[in-house]
């Protein structure tokens, strides 16, 4: 499972940093980065397009087929239309949610953020987003791009993920740190 993950990381920042250079060299880096985040959102809300995206089932030619049309009834063309149809040819498709990550990485190094992935037990308001930028602005000195996820088996709080350094302030881990303590304590 490690190795199939650090494959698809090596794609993934291979792709990404090609796109990244041609955006910049073009001066189109918003506009990837937003046609980036739709596709990725149309993964993540159609199960039909998740399982096209992963599955070795279909043939090259059905996902080129099927990936054509949702890029052009999106209205995704340029350089992003160009890196899916590429990436679905190569049979890279699956690796297309891991380009719009490491994507995002280097632009947020490039606009000098830092990258923070938030997880929460329910989506995060604007209003929270922003208050979390803040403090993490405030304790990182850098401005924060922050990336979110949901998790609800957390139950309540966020884990934070800055580099190398998380965070965990979730209910679900302060119950089994409870637990723990109880065992040990009975």
Do not use: W
């Amino acid at each position: 499972m490690a190795e199939t993950s650090s494959l698809e990381s090596g794609v993934a920042e291979r792709y990404a940093t090609a796109l990244f250079e041609l955006a910049r060299e073009a001066g189109a880096l918003d506009s990837v980065e937003a046609d980036l985040n739709r596709f990725t959102g149309f993964i993540d809300e159609s199960a039909d397009l998740k399982r096209l995206v992963r599955s070795p089932v279909f043939s090259a030619e059905d996902q080129l087929r099927a990936i054509a049309a949702v890029l052009e009834k999106a209205e995704i063309v340029g350089l992003v239309g160009n890196l899916i149809k590429l990436a679905t040819q190569n049979r890279r498709l699956f690796a297309v949610p891991g380009i719009s990550k490491a994507f995002a990485r280097l632009l947020a190094r490039h606009r000098g953020e830092v990258s923070a992935e938030v997880t929460s037990a329910e989506p995060l308001s604007d209003a929270h987003i922003s208050d979390l930028k803040a403090a993490l602005k405030a304790s990182l000195g850098k401005d924060v791009a922050i990336e979110t996820h949901v998790d609800p088996s957390l139950i309540g709080g966020l884990i934070v993920k800055v580099g190398s350094r998380m965070i965990d302030g979730s209910l679900k881990t302060k119950l089994n740190s409870l637990k723990l303590v109880m065992k040990e304590v009975g």
